[in-house]
């Protein structure tokens, strides 16, 4: 059985730093790409940043080029998504995501965190 679990949400102010973490157990990731989403209250889902596991290649959002940066530690098999210049529009349910290699749908989700930036 695939689990995703999330952590590293929080509150944070205007400026600030967080660092989501996102744990994968059940499956062996060099096939998969592993993606951020967000949604915010009465927004759509949005595609944040994704890369694939096992290769280079990696997508931002324009709207977090030069802030965010997704990573990984194979030895865990655990992503991360390291959030800097926070702004109040960041403010979302932050969820990883992983697909297939050459997939269209993202098929396994985790929970979600919560990251809200206020002063």
């Known amino acids: 059985q695939v689990q995703l679990v999330e952590s590293g949400g929080g509150l944070v102010q205007p400026g600030g730093s967080l660092r989501l973490s996102c744990a994968v157990s059940?499956?062996?990731?060099?096939?998969?790409?592993m993606a951020w989403h967000r949604q915010a209250p009465g927004k759509e889902r949005e595609l944040v940043t994704a890369f694939t596991w096992g290769a280079g290649g990696t997508y931002y959002a324009d709207s977090v080029k030069g802030r965010f940066a997704i990573s990984r530690d194979n030895a865990r098999n655990t992503g991360y998504l390291q959030m800097n210049s926070l702004k109040p529009e960041d403010t979302a349910v932050y969820y990883c995501?992983?697909?297939?290699?050459?997939?269209?749908?993202?098929?396994?989700w985790g929970q979600g965190t919560q990251v809200t930036v206020s002063s």
């Open positions: 995501a992983l697909k297939l290699r050459g997939g269209e749908e993202y098929i396994y």
């Open positions: 059940g499956r062996d990731l060099s096939m998969y790409v």
